[in-house]
């Protein structure tokens, strides 16, 4: 067949190639969504298939960075629990690696004063903050020598929150703001924050960012990964998991997002970041 004989076709041609090319592409986009998509549900039946007492359904952590002394932590979440079990306390926990100095070892108030309640509301409603919203545990790990005497200290606590889930009330939004004090000391080297996943979570996102002139990005942690997720139990890293979940960290404003679903209950999830100065930021 020669040319002559294609060429009244050949735009009839070009046109069904054309069609079929993003047949192909819409298909193939298609086939990517269905297997997210179909992922998503097997997390989500797995995660149905977990004894519930409560339930996070959207969680939001906003670490703001003042500087090297100074970080304000806001936390809210929207919890969930069945209407015939009544739940009037709820367990959040709360780690930071704090700045650790011969002379804060010294210091009597050093660890009172490393974690500052500012506010604390529960759907709507400012509540006091007095003994029943409080660090019920610290956890001190003082370094054996000089030699390691910098190289920081754990702060742990299980921030104890009053909530108005009686048998029939199945949902409450939990807002909170706490100052850690020498938290984040290598500031402008490498930094981290824990995650941990203590309750099934729908969706959450944690954003960490800058004030002022500082800013935050994201940086390779001991693993070479930015987002890090470790089995709490084992202390191991879930390699298929830390692959899966750093695709949804991005930038944000100053700063840093991690934004995800049904994260792995029972997990610590690390995010390493490092700070710098902006001239030009306000």
Aim: hydrophobic share 40%.
């Amino acid at each position: 067949m020669s040319f002559d004989t294609l060429k009244p076709i050949m735009p009839s041609l070009a046109a069904a190639a054309l069609i079929a090319c993003f047949s192909l592409i819409a298909f193939l986009a298609g086939w990517s969504l269905y297997v997210e998509n179909s992922q998503l549900i097997r997390k989500h039946k797995s995660i149905e298939s977990i004894p519930q007492f409560i339930r996070f359904i959207h969680r939001r952590d906003v670490v703001t960075i003042v500087d090297a002394e100074t970080v304000h932590y806001n936390y809210s979440v929207t919890i969930e629990t069945k209407r015939e079990e009544a739940c009037t306390s709820l367990l959040l926990p709360i780690e930071f690696d704090l700045g650790f100095t011969k002379k804060d070892k010294d210091d009597r108030d050093f660890f009172r004063n490393a974690v500052e309640m500012v506010y604390l509301e529960v759907d709507g409603r400012r509540k006091p903050i007095d003994s029943t919203v409080q660090f019920r545990e610290l956890r001190k790990v003082i370094p054996d020598s000089a030699h390691d005497i910098h190289k920081g200290v754990t702060i742990y606590g299980l921030l104890d929150i009053p909530v108005p889930l009686g048998i029939g009330y199945t949902r409450c939004k939990v807002e909170l703001e706490f100052i850690a004090r020498k938290a984040f000391s290598k500031l402008f080297q490498r930094e981290f924050i824990y995650i941990d996943i203590p309750y099934v979570t729908e969706s959450m996102d944690i954003r960490i960012k800058g004030a002022g002139e500082l800013r935050v990005r994201g940086v390779e942690g001991e693993s070479g990964e930015i987002v890090e997720a470790k089995s709490h139990f084992l202390q191991r890293v879930d390699h298929a998991e830390t692959l899966e979940e750093k695709k949804n960290l991005h930038e944000w404003q100053t700063g840093i997002v991690w934004r995800t679903q049904y994260p792995k209950i029972g997990y610590r999830y690390v995010i390493w970041f490092q700070a710098y100065k902006d001239p030009n930021g306000k």
